[in-house]
């Protein structure tokens, strides 16, 4: 995570003798907003929560295409692309109200979904190999 929006860019620096109280810029590290970094820098837009059942058909729907892909591209990769997107499913649906979700800058929610998860307050970010 990052703060962001607190940037004085060196002109709080710059005190001025004759400024009113708090027209110094001292307390700019007070007005930031944490934010995750990578969702930040790429510019990733929070879906909110799917319903589980909306959630298991689009990663359906979107394995499928994943699967063409890797058919078309890799077919040695794909026995074991199915078996690890399965159990990787599995497991986001057991621990579902855990994770948060973000699509690309575009909103494009016909693609990937990123899923976002704290583990001891540090936020883990993931994402299909082939995506």
């Not at 979107?62 to 078309?72: D, F, M, Q, V």
């Not at 497991?91 to 990937?112: G, R, W």
Request: aromatic share 14%; net charge negative; charged share 30%.
């Amino acid at each position: 995570e990052i703060v962001v929006g607190n940037e004085d860019f060196g002109i709080s620096s710059n005190v001025d003798e004759d400024a009113d109280e708090g027209a110094t810029g001292d307390d700019l590290a007070s007005k930031g907003t944490t934010v995750i970094n990578f969702v930040n820098i790429h510019g990733f837009q929070a879906v909110g929560k799917y319903s589980k059942k909306d959630f298991q058909n689009h990663i359906k729907v979107y394995i499928g295409k994943l699967t063409k892909y890797i058919e078309a591209n890799n077919k040695d990769r794909l026995p074991a692309f199915k078996s690890g997107a399965m159990a990787f499913v599995k497991k986001v649906l057991e621990e579902y109200d855990q994770y948060d979700m973000y699509t690309d800058q575009h909103y494009d929610l016909e693609n990937c979904l990123f899923l976002v998860r704290y583990k001891d307050n540090i936020p883990y970010l993931y994402l299909w190999k082939d995506a």
